[in-house]
């Protein structure tokens, strides 16, 4: 096969699923996540009007304040039970958009004319070695591996928790340790001088210990798209080679 039909492949059919991906993700399902804060309040409105607008009982008046606290209560519960399963949901995406790429790097390998090459995993190191012996494109090289890399590690942190990704990650992105919810507290402790530390990640799959951002998956996606761009060229470039 030619450069220029491994071109066609990579742009009509492989990256398919990962542009879907960065389309419909943060278009369809985050926004399921969008105004906790008001609809928290709702929930607590809802409570209170209902509850308030009881007939009185046997028991005789209801005590409002004590049902404006009970309201405050199950608002607050029900806030803090959504950040976290939009938490988990951002963690997971990441992780799911790692595995993505991997299987869709992988998908050459599985055209007919590769049938005698097949690759024997599908992880991001073993696909790279194939790529290089087979295809003779270094995908280390190219200006999107890095960030891929980076996933990488956010993928295996959320999988394994506490580990080796976790060490590489707080040097490499600190952010991903802090609760975007306590950024301006931080800030304030910074200007102080104190500095907080970060305890050991033991539940990123419960939405604690890892914040994967929308703002941080949003780059991952777009690396991802990137990165088949630059086989896509690197073949355009080789059109006429035989592999």
Do not use: C
Not at 54 to 68: K, L, S
Request: no cysteine; net charge negative; hydrophobic share 45%.
């Amino acid at each position: 096969m030619t450069g220029n039909y491994l071109e066609s492949q990579i742009t009509f059919n492989i990256i398919g699923p990962i542009v879907a991906f960065r389309a419909y993700i943060f278009r369809d399902v985050l926004p399921a996540f969008g105004n906790l804060g008001e609809r928290a309040e709702q929930v607590a409105n809802d409570y209170y009007d209902r509850v308030g607008s009881q007939p009185i009982g046997e028991y005789g008046e209801i005590d409002m304040a004590d049902i404006a606290e009970t309201a405050h209560d199950r608002s607050v519960s029900w806030y803090e039970m959504m950040t976290s399963l939009q938490q988990t949901m951002l963690n997971l995406l990441a992780a799911g958009l790692f595995h993505l790429v991997e299987q869709q790097l992988g998908a050459l390998s599985r055209d007919v004319s590769f049938s005698g090459r097949p690759l024997r995993d599908t992880k991001l190191a073993v696909v790279a070695d194939w790529y290089v012996t087979h295809l003779q494109l270094d995908l280390k090289t190219l200006p999107s591996w890095a960030i891929m890399d980076e996933l990488r590690l956010v993928a295996n942190a959320v999988k394994h928790a506490e580990g080796a990704a976790t060490t590489q990650l707080r040097t490499l992105r600190p952010e991903l340790f802090r609760n975007p919810a306590f950024v301006e507290i931080d800030r304030e402790f910074a200007q102080r001088g104190m500095a907080l530390g970060t305890s050991a990640v033991s539940a990123p799959l419960s939405g604690e210990d890892f914040f994967v951002t929308e703002q941080l998956l949003q780059g991952y996606a777009e690396g991802a798209e990137s990165l088949f761009g630059e086989i896509a060229a690197y073949f355009k470039a080789h059109s006429r080679a035989y592999y």
